[in-house]
Every structure is written in structure tokens, then in C-alpha cells.
């Protein structure tokens, strides 16, 4: 890459120097530019490489989790999961609030889910 110190020289020097001298330097600064491109590109497609192998084990991991989550589900066969948690529901209820109504998951283990922001008690 063109050092600052030179492009300070060349921009110094345009107004006295000759043909040859001129062409030499837009010749280097050209060159400079390819290698800044070139080094730019290389950049991006690294990028690039390195968005697609995190999709790839994004996609791996979900796939793990959704398994052991089947697998855990499976243990309680009939209940139905959560929409809040994933956890087996042992019985929902609408109770009543000042608000007006709430739709109440209850676990096996006393965990209560409600509403649309999962709280638990």
C-alpha cells in the first residue's frame, strides 16, 4: 500500500512535474487501489464464508436441541407442552384478574406459566 509519506510527495509535486514523473505516479496510485480492492474483496469473502458456516452450525445446534427436547417431551406421553416453556402441562385454567382474564399453564412440578411472557411463580 502507498505509504502517506508518498502520496504527500506526489500531491506535492503535481503542479512541476514532468510527463514521465506523472505517469509513474498514477501508475502507483492505480496499483495501490488494485492492492486496497484486492484486500477488501478477500475481506468479504471471508465474511461471507464465515456467515454461512455460522447458518450451518446454527441450523446443527437447533436440530440437537429439538431432538433432546422430543426426547423429554417423550417422557410424558399425552400431556401436551407448554406454548410458554416446552414443559409437559398438567392442567389449564382462565382466571380471573383486575385486568380481566389469564390463561394459566400448570405443571407437574408447581412451575405456573401465564400470559404471553411466560412468568413463572
Given amino acids: 500500500m ?9 500531491e506535492a509535486g503535481l503542479d512541476s512535474a514532468d510527463r514521465a514523473t506523472l505517469a509513474r505516479w498514477v ?15 478477500g475481506q468479504t469473502r471471508r465474511l461471507s464464508y464465515a456467515r454461512k458456516r455460522l447458518a450451518q452450525a446454527s441450523t446443527y445446534l437447533d436440530g440437537l436441541l429439538r431432538t433432546a427436547e422430543e426426547e423429554a417431551q417423550a417422557a410424558w406421553p399425552g400431556k401436551l407442552p407448554c406454548p410458554h416453556c416446552g414443559a409437559p402441562v398438567a392442567a389449564v385454567k382462565a382466571e380471573q384478574r383486575a385486568q380481566g382474564h389469564a390463561v394459566v399453564h400448570q405443571h407437574p412440578d408447581g412451575h405456573r406459566c401465564e400470559g404471553p411472557q411466560a412468568g413463572h411463580e
Fill in 2 to 10: 502507498l505509504p502517506d509519506h508518498e502520496a504527500e510527495r506526489i
Fill in 27 to 41: 501508475r502507483a496510485l492505480l496499483d495501490d487501489r488494485r492492492r486496497r480492492t484486492s484486500s477488501l474483496q
